[in-house]
């Protein structure tokens, strides 16, 4: 090689080591700039968290009546509490409360004040300091269908039942609460094969109100706020078992329904779950009832041949909808089956629930239990 040559490709290595160091100092600069800025933010993020769960205004002698209904999520209650310039970031109040595992709020009219810090307001809500007690309550017990719920609704505050009810199943008014309500309340409740829209939303509570009168509109907001509230913490199960909450408080009403004080709920579920599984039909006597709209101590064999999608004698897989509003513990059986081979139960005059796997022993404890007690 040429001295020439050498000169040359030395005077490229050169050249390459210089750009390289170029290179490397701008990815160094560029690095030291990202880092301060992600500080910079980071920095901002810790101040402007550590400012929302200050007081609003230190100073503040105001006293705002803040009411939190009955049932009211987290977020719900976090909203309430900015837009009624509480607290500074309703974000904020919620993350702290779940980071700091908060719960258990009380509703109620409360008196807060501007001047209180987010943990002092945690604080208040826990204990249910409210500025007066209850004027009203209303109590839903668990396995009421709405006709029920409408007549309970109707009798407590003096309205007229029919009315309750035609409101409860008014087709426009239901529309309203599923755009308000989009997470519990879906298109399935508008099926024309649904009976009641409404039915099995309801949660089974008992509902404080601080007036003497509420209207319609404010008892079922509560219930569904409530229902919201319950079934937020069972949704990712729903989803992992391929439910909808509309199948969900479905299954959940038939194991309500069938279900004794004695009952195993989850053995309830297993059956349904085994039939469905065989593609078999469910059987269950409540559903032939709801689609009669009536309550019966036992179903004949002409009771078996109602008309209706209701009637799972007829029909295989779930009703269109919920025939009753089920309480937590049927909504955790219908997500958390036991695993059995039972395909049958049966109901003893005493309130026990006999499970067999085939049709022979279920038709024999049935003659042991009921035929031959007649």
């Known amino acids: 090689m040429t001295k020439d040559k050498k000169d040359i490709i030395r005077q490229k290595m050169l050249e390459h080591q ?39 205004d230190p100073g503040s002698k105001v006293q705002k009546k803040v009411e939190i209904p009955i049932g009211s999520s987290v977020t719900g209650i976090a909203q309430r509490l900015e837009s009624n310039g509480i607290i500074k970031d309703a974000k904020v109040f919620k993350y702290y409360v779940k980071l700091k595992n908060e719960g258990g709020f009380m509703a109620g009219e409360y008196q807060l004040s501007p001047s209180m810090d987010v943990q002092e307001i945690v604080g208040r809500l826990k204990t249910g300091k409210v500025l007066a007690e209850a004027t009203f309550k209303i109590t839903i017990p668990e396995g009421k269908q709405l006709k029920e719920i409408a007549s309970i609704m109707a009798q407590a505050t003096k309205q007229n039942e029919a009315d309750v009810f035609n409101k409860l199943n008014d087709k426009e008014y239901v529309k309203t609460l599923i755009a308000k309500y989009p997470d519990i309340l879906t298109d399935d409740v508008l099926n024309p094969a649904v009976m009641y829209p409404l039915e099995g939303y309801l949660f089974p509570a008992t509902y404080p109100f601080y007036k003497t009168n509420p209207s319609v509109e404010e008892m079922v907001e509560a219930m569904l706020n409530k229902s919201r509230d319950v079934l937020g913490n069972y949704s990712e199960v729903g989803k992992e078992k391929n439910l909808t909450i509309h199948q969900m408080l479905t299954m959940a009403s038939l194991i309500e329904e069938e279900a004794t004080e004695k009952a195993d709920r989850k053995k309830i579920s297993s059956v349904f779950y085994n039939r469905m599984d065989k593609g078999m039909m469910l059987q269950t006597d409540p559903t032939v009832l709801y689609a009669q709209g009536r309550h019966k101590e036992r179903v004949v064999y002409k009771d078996l041949e109602v008309n209706s999608p209701y ?17 937590k513990t049927s909504i955790e059986a219908a997500l958390d089956p036991e695993k059995t081979d039972f ?8 309130g026990e629930i006999i499970f067999t796997k085939t049709l022979d022993e279920h038709n024999n404890e049935k003659a042991k239990h009921i035929t031959n007690k007649k």
């Open 343 to 350: 395909y049958y139960f049966l109901a003893t005059s005493e």
């Open 18 to 56: 210089s750009e390289a160091r170029v290179v490397r100092r701008i990815v160094l600069i560029v690095t030291v700039l990202l880092l301060v800025l992600i500080g910079i933010i980071g920095g901002g993020g810790y101040l402007y968290i550590q400012s929302a769960l200050k007081p609003m």
């Open 311 to 327: 009637n799972t004698y007829k029909h295989t897989g779930l009703p269109p909808g919920p025939i009753a509003n089920a309480g």
